[in-house]
C-alpha cells in the first residue's frame, strides 16, 4: 500500500500595513468620513487625490449617492432608503476603524469607476 502525503497548500501572506498607508489612513480618516455623508463625497476627491485611503471611500460615497437618488421611486424607494442609510454607517465606521473594507452590493461597483 502506497504512503499518502499530506498536500499542503501555500500560507498566504497577510497584508503588513506600511507606515505610508498607517500614515495615510491616520491623516485623512476626517476627511474620508465626509464620503458618506451625500454630496460630501466630492470632497475627498477633490482635496485628497492622492489618498488611496480617502479615495477609496470616496469612490464608495459616489455609489452611495446615486442611491440616494433611487429613494424616490414609490415603494422600492422606502426599502432602498434604509438600505442606503445601514451602508453609509457600515461606511463610517469603516472609516473610524481605518479599514478599505468594501460595502456589500456597491464594494463591486465602486471599483469600476476610474477616478
Partial sequence: MAEETPQTTP??????P???TDKDIQE????ALL??????FLIPLLVKKDSKFAKFHAKQG????????????PVIGWIL????LILSILGIMNVLSGKYAELPIIGD???KFNI
Avoid at 464620503?35 to 460630501?40: E, H, M, P, T, W
Avoid at 432608503?81 to 442606503?84: L, N, Q, T
Fill in 109 to 111: 461597483l465602486a471599483k
Fill in 62 to 73: 459616489l455609489v452611495l449617492f446615486i442611491g440616494w437618488f433611487l429613494v424616490w421611486i
Fill in 11 to 16: 500560507m498566504l501572506k497577510p497584508e503588513v
Fill in 18 to 20: 506600511t507606515y505610508e
Fill in 28 to 31: 485623512n480618516k476626517i476627511i
Fill in 81 to 84: 432608503w434604509v438600505g442606503v
Fill in 35 to 40: 464620503s458618506y455623508i451625500g454630496i460630501l
